[in-house]
């Protein structure tokens, strides 16, 4: 039988051999010398070196005597075989453990399948026996070699019968899923939903490979795991079996609800941003409105003075009419006829001027539909220069030239704030040039087409941009009231309405009392 060698075995396994039911004595060699199959005990501490074998055992080892056996090993990875034996503690003290190696007696590769268990060697140390189950002389390692790499890598991998009971597992998967007493070590027992294992072993069952990210309950707790799973070949019997492969993707799914949470917090403050850019285009539109409003005030006057003016001539016409009819002068009815018709004419030219201000104010006021409606800018333009006619005195010259454009996809009554900005604020910049230094000052608006695009051009001779705001001039808050009056909130306003229409706006001056040009281009869909 040979003595119990020098070396320990690892605490982890010296702590188990209460447990051991085996022991290598006379009566262990006494029930296994004479078995027709190859049966071993070996130290994996000690380089598997092989301490007892039958003669089976001694006829693949090719040695003729316990003693030669014994002077022979068949491992150079002593550290990585005992972390293996440790996760599998467990299966060799409860029938065994199945290992396949390839050895080399003579040169000549063997490759073994063995149930493995553990068993005494001497009073403090820990051995196993091996009982070879097949035997194939001469075959090629790679198969071998590819079974002892799965019990070093990371991966959990676990061989289960047909039915889900577990055949083995390798060192990754005990470590996640260790024997507790009481416990089933089935497939089943490791779902955490039972209707994640029905669909897995229903698709392997079928013959299908299965493959998806579940949640595991592991040494650890749950954890998600990636699993992979297919129907094979148990290794020593042949019969059907479920080899799954599993790796934890937990800091993935914490990594992906991370950023599902932080997405979330985007999309709240993409959506108080927009509600915001909402509030403040329309906290505008009613800035300007009062603007408007205190402007048209003073012509919606003119109108409706000339109205009530001329209603009181048209009143004194009748009157004298009606003494002319009397008195019988057709020369006095005629003249005051004219009279009236007069008035009335220009009552009615007022109310038309009226009319107008107020239809245009009231459409200039009304929200955009939410879908985009197709749009003449001419029409616009012409409308956005109704409501700031009162604004072009004597001292300012408006030219347009409104070439033909072709109608494009908008919200007519967004590019109607858009326009009216700019319009405004040159005319607030002649204003003001024209106050400094008198004269008169131009304002002029062309529109073309330009290939896929429709441009606006607004062109002025008022104060300019001072060199180095340009840049700036579309910032949320930037302003130079001295360079250019009513540039702030409304620029950059105008900016974002363009840009939500797939379009460009662009300013150029050439400095300070130089004037300025804005340019409006969308494109034509």
Same mark, same amino acid.
């Given at each position: 039988?040979?003595?119990?060698?020098?070396?320990?075995?690892?605490?982890?396994?010296?702590?188990?051999?209460?447990?051991?039911?085996?022991?290598?004595?006379?009566?262990?060699?006494?029930?296994?010398?004479?078995?027709?199959?190859?049966?071993?005990?070996?130290?994996?501490?000690?380089?598997?070196?092989?301490?007892?074998?039958?003669?089976?055992?001694?006829?693949?080892?090719?040695?003729?005597?316990?003693?030669?056996?014994?002077?022979?090993?068949?491992?150079?990875?002593?550290?990585?075989?005992?972390?293996?034996?440790?996760?599998?503690?467990?299966?060799?003290?409860?029938?065994?453990?199945?290992?396949?190696?390839?050895?080399?007696?003579?040169?000549?590769?063997? *490759?073994?399948?063995?149930? /493995?268990? #553990?068993? @005494?060697?001497?009073?403090?140390?820990? +051995?196993?026996? %091996?009982? =070879?189950?097949?035997?194939?002389?001469?075959?090629?390692?790679?198969?071998?070699?590819?079974?002892?790499?799965?019990?070093?890598?990371?991966?959990?991998?676990?061989?289960?019968?047909?039915?889900?009971?577990?055949?083995?597992?390798?060192?990754?998967?005990?470590?996640?899923?260790?024997?507790?007493?009481?416990?089933?070590?089935?497939?089943?027992?490791?779902?955490?939903?039972?209707?994640?294992?029905?669909?897995?072993?229903?698709?392997?069952?079928?013959?299908?490979?299965?493959?998806?990210?579940?949640?595991?309950?592991?040494?650890?707790? *749950?954890?998600?795991?990636? /699993?992979? #799973?297919? @129907?094979?070949?148990?290794?020593?019997? +042949?019969?059907? %079996?479920? =080899?799954?492969?599993?790796?934890?993707?937990?800091?993935?799914?914490?990594?992906?609800?991370?950023?599902?949470?932080?997405?979330?917090?985007?999309?709240?403050?993409?959506?108080?941003?927009?509600?915001?850019?909402?509030?403040?285009?329309?906290?505008?539109?009613?800035?300007?409105?009062?603007?408007?409003?205190?402007?048209?005030?003073?012509?919606?006057?003119?109108?409706?003075?000339?109205?009530?003016?001329?209603?009181?001539?048209?009143?004194?016409?009748?009157?004298?009419?009606?003494?002319?009819?009397?008195?019988?002068?057709?020369?006095?009815?005629?003249?005051?006829?004219?009279? #009236?018709?007069?008035?009335?004419?220009?009552?009615?030219?007022?109310?038309?001027? =009226?009319?107008?201000?107020?239809?245009?104010?009231?459409?200039?006021?009304?929200?955009?539909?939410?879908?985009?409606?197709?749009?003449?800018?001419?029409?616009?333009?012409?409308?956005?220069?109704?409501?700031?006619?009162?604004?072009?005195?004597?001292?300012?010259?408006?030219?347009?030239?409104?070439?033909?454009?072709?109608?494009?996809?908008?919200?007519?009554?967004?590019?109607?704030?858009?326009?009216?900005?700019?319009?405004?604020?040159?005319?607030?910049?002649?204003?003001?040039?024209?106050?400094?230094?008198?004269?008169?000052?131009?304002?002029?608006?062309?529109?073309?087409?330009?290939?896929?695009?429709?441009?606006?051009?607004?062109?002025?001779?008022?104060?300019?941009?001072?060199?180095?705001?340009?840049?700036?001039?579309?910032?949320?808050?930037?302003?130079?009231?001295?360079?250019?009056?009513?540039?702030?909130?409304?620029?950059?306003?105008?900016?974002?309405?363009?840009?939500?229409?797939?379009?460009?706006?662009?300013?150029?001056?050439?400095?300070?009392?130089?004037?300025?040009?804005?340019?409006?281009?969308?494109?034509?869909?």
């Amino acid at each position: 039988m040979g003595d119990a060698p020098d070396s320990k075995p690892s605490p982890t396994l010296l702590a188990r051999l209460p447990d051991i039911d085996l022991t290598l004595d006379d009566a262990l060699v006494e029930a296994f010398e004479g078995a027709s199959h190859p049966v071993w005990v070996y130290d994996p501490f000690e380089r598997y070196a092989l301490r007892w074998g039958n003669a089976p055992a001694l006829r693949i080892w090719r040695c003729d005597s316990l003693e030669s056996l014994r002077a022979r090993d068949f491992s150079d990875d002593t550290d990585v075989t005992i972390r293996m034996v440790e996760a599998q503690i467990d299966d060799m003290l409860d029938g065994g453990f199945p290992l396949r190696w390839t050895l080399y007696p003579d040169g000549v590769p063997t *490759v073994v399948v063995a149930q /493995v268990r #553990a068993v @005494r060697v001497g009073a403090d140390h820990v +051995g196993f026996l %091996a009982e =070879v189950a097949t035997v194939e002389t001469g075959t090629t390692p790679e198969s071998s070699r590819m079974h002892m790499a799965v019990h070093y890598i990371d991966a959990l991998l676990t061989v289960f019968t047909a039915e889900g009971s577990q055949l083995m597992q390798n060192p990754a998967a005990a470590r996640a899923y260790p024997r507790r007493k009481g416990v089933s070590r089935s497939w089943a027992s490791r779902f955490e939903d039972p209707a994640d294992h029905a669909r897995a072993a229903a698709a392997v069952l079928a013959g299908e490979a299965y493959r998806g990210e579940l949640e595991m309950k592991t040494q650890d707790g *749950v954890r998600w795991h990636a /699993v992979h #799973a297919y @129907r094979s070949k148990d290794p020593a019997t +042949g019969d059907d %079996a479920i =080899v799954v492969h599993e790796a934890s993707i937990e800091r993935l799914r914490r990594a992906e609800e991370g950023l599902r949470e932080k997405n979330a917090l985007l999309e709240q403050s993409l959506q108080e941003l927009r509600d915001t850019q909402a509030r403040l285009v329309l906290s505008e539109k009613m800035a300007t409105l009062g603007n408007l409003v205190a402007g048209l005030a003073h012509e919606i006057n003119t109108p409706m003075g000339a109205m009530i003016s001329s209603a009181m001539t048209g009143e004194k016409a009748l009157e004298k009419l009606s003494i002319a009819v009397t008195e019988g002068s057709p020369e006095k009815r005629d003249r005051y006829l004219r009279a #009236a018709s007069d008035s009335n004419q220009v009552i009615r030219d007022a109310a038309q001027r =009226v009319a107008e201000l107020v239809t245009t104010l009231e459409s200039f006021a009304a929200l955009d539909q939410a879908d985009m409606q197709r749009s003449d800018l001419n029409d616009q333009l012409r409308q956005t220069l109704t409501l700031v006619q009162h604004r072009v005195t004597d001292s300012i010259r408006l030219e347009t030239e409104l070439g033909e454009l072709p109608a494009i996809a908008c919200h007519p009554r967004q590019l109607n704030q858009v326009f009216l900005n700019l319009i405004t604020n040159a005319l607030q910049s002649i204003a003001a040039r024209v106050a400094e230094d008198g004269g008169r000052g131009t304002l002029r608006i062309e529109t073309r087409a330009e290939e896929s695009w429709v441009v606006v051009e607004l062109a002025d001779d008022g104060v300019g941009i001072a060199d180095g705001h340009l840049d700036r001039l579309f910032e949320p808050a930037f302003t130079t009231k001295r360079d250019r009056v009513g540039a702030g909130l409304g620029l950059p306003i105008c900016y974002r309405i363009v840009d939500e229409h797939g379009g460009q706006i662009h300013a150029a001056s050439g400095g300070a009392g130089k004037g300025a040009t804005f340019t409006v281009r969308l494109p034509i869909r």
